[in-house]
């Protein structure tokens, strides 16, 4: 944590006011006594061992990974690890205690009993919080073992042993499939030395069998592949979304139309595509420019 570090910076700014305008020196007092509270302490605390744990979740899920029961098993880690936290309050207040002595932070004037009790109430209400959220969020996550299916990192593998539970847990979208025939087009999709060796992605094997007008051959492994790349298996994509809209909507872009903002969403999500439209084809930018121009302007 860098609350000292903080405080100091903002006790400086408010020393020297000749240096920043009146608004600022404000916001430095307000935030240096805000940091020099127990509670803020007890906060920053209370959220940063749990959000060490959740933001190794959120690193899995970011990697894509496709191996949904390893995903599975990093839920239920997780999950336990703020179940476990109850367990650990006391140790935790003993820790706040010495923290708060070695920042020199300011304590209310009632009993430090009854501010202990208030504390750990908090405290549980924190870690429900977050136990519902997990549950709300992932708790359906095992229906998506079907992805596994596609884990190209696994063809050999799984072309000795064909996992039927991940065929099974496509029962949602079974009426989009013929499941038999599914299981031998993976079945040849797993046995063949060449999409091994040469994809790595479900994406890639989706573009191999296009290149090698294979589409037709295989048009249930097709479909799944088609489905497994439009499905946001994790909050990542979602997440990346959000993070392109509050760069793109700003205050000053404010009247932004929904057309508009959807297209430079999808712009700043998919630049690595954009980017590789542009190396592959040199007057790419060129021809979506001259579309541009075309189109009538709106005053």
Known sequence: ?????????????????????????????????????A????????????FSETDALFRVFQTKVMDIGFCCARISDTTRFVERQRQEFDRFYE??????????????????????????????NILDNISVQLK????????????G????????????????????????????????????????????????DQCK?????????????????V?????????????????ASVERSFSALKRLKTYSRNRTDQGRLSSLAFISIETERLLKLKEDKEDFYNKVTEIFVKKDRRM
């Open 1 to 37: 944590m860098y609350q000292s570090d903080l405080r100091a910076v903002f006790r400086i700014m408010s020393e020297n006011p000749d240096s920043w305008d009146n608004d600022t020196i404000m916001m430095a007092a307000g935030y240096e006594r805000w940091l020099s509270k």
């Open 39 to 50: 509670s803020t302490c007890f906060l920053i605390m209370a959220y940063e061992g749990i």
């Open 95 to 124: 820790r706040f205690e010495q923290k708060c002595a070695t920042l020199g932070t300011t304590d209310s004037d009632r009993s430090q009993m009854s501010v202990r009790d208030e504390r750990k109430r908090m405290f549980y």
């Open 136 to 147: 709300a969020r992932f708790d359906d996550f095992g229906e998506l073992a079907f992805l």
């Open 149 to 196: 299916l596609v884990d190209c990192a696994k063809f050999y593998e799984m072309s000795h042993h064909f996992d039927d539970a991940k065929l099974q847990s496509l029962s949602k979208y079974a009426r989009f499939f013929d499941v038999v025939r599914l299981k031998v087009d993976l079945i040849g999709l797993y046995s063949s030395q060449v999409v091994r």
């Open 201 to 217: 992605s479900p994406g890639q094997l989706l573009s191999f069998l296009a290149q090698k007008d294979l589409m037709q051959t």
């Open 219 to 235: 048009p249930e492994a097709t479909k799944l592949l088609q489905l497994v790349l439009t499905i946001p298996a994790t909050t």
